[in-house]
């Protein structure tokens, strides 16, 4: 089963992160082969670490609670909450099968939260610039809660496109870049 984790940063955490950087790495590198996706996110300066972004194949909801509240910077208090939510990899591939690999243009985080019937799960329009994409859903995976996605984009703008706006209640954009070491 495919999960989708965002911790968010506390305010002023920055310098805890960094104290914890290798730690969180080592931890993330438990996972390597079950990881899809994983980076941290950036506030519009691009400078300014926001949270941080790991999309992982665990066996159950259980394993994915574990993954992501034993996760160092979350035990340190470095993170102010988590989002955690069952999804589906409806692109097949992980972040480093990505055409044209990690250069050009800038990334972003697109998390559009929803409810009721179900929107944008198959992306529209070209994949190529994808890097993750799919629905987030309940732990059964009978209810679709919204969609995120990785995406390499112009924009903001451009990026929050992929998401139908009147289908969310919100839709997040956020900086976002390759994370961790190489699987």
Do not use: K
Not at 30 to 49: K, L, N, S
Not at 95 to 123: K, T
Not at 165 to 172: H, K, L, S
Request: charged residues 25%.
């Amino acid at each position: 089963m495919e999960f989708f984790c965002y911790h968010r940063d506390r305010r002023d955490s920055l310098a805890l992160r960094a104290e914890l950087l290798e730690e969180h790495w080592s931890y993330m590198d438990r996972y390597a082969a079950e990881m899809i996706a994983r980076g941290p996110t950036f506030a519009p300066d691009g400078e300014t670490p926001t949270g941080s972004v790991h999309i992982v194949d665990l066996p159950d909801a259980a394993a994915a609670r574990a993954f992501a509240l034993d996760e160092p910077n979350y035990q340190a208090g470095a993170y102010r909450d988590v989002l955690l939510r069952r999804w589906h990899n409806t692109l097949g591939r992980t972040m480093w099968d990505l055409p044209g690999g990690r250069s050009g243009g800038d990334r972003y985080l697109v998390l559009g939260l929803g409810a009721g019937e179900a929107a944008d799960r198959e992306p529209n329009g070209d994949r190529d610039d994808l890097i993750a994409y799919g629905p987030l859903l309940s732990d059964d995976g009978a209810a679709w809660l919204g969609t995120a996605a990785l995406t390499r984009a112009a924009g903001p703008a451009e990026a929050r496109a992929l998401l139908t706006p009147d289908r969310y209640a919100d839709i997040e954009v956020h900086l976002w870049t390759f994370g961790g070491r190489r699987p």
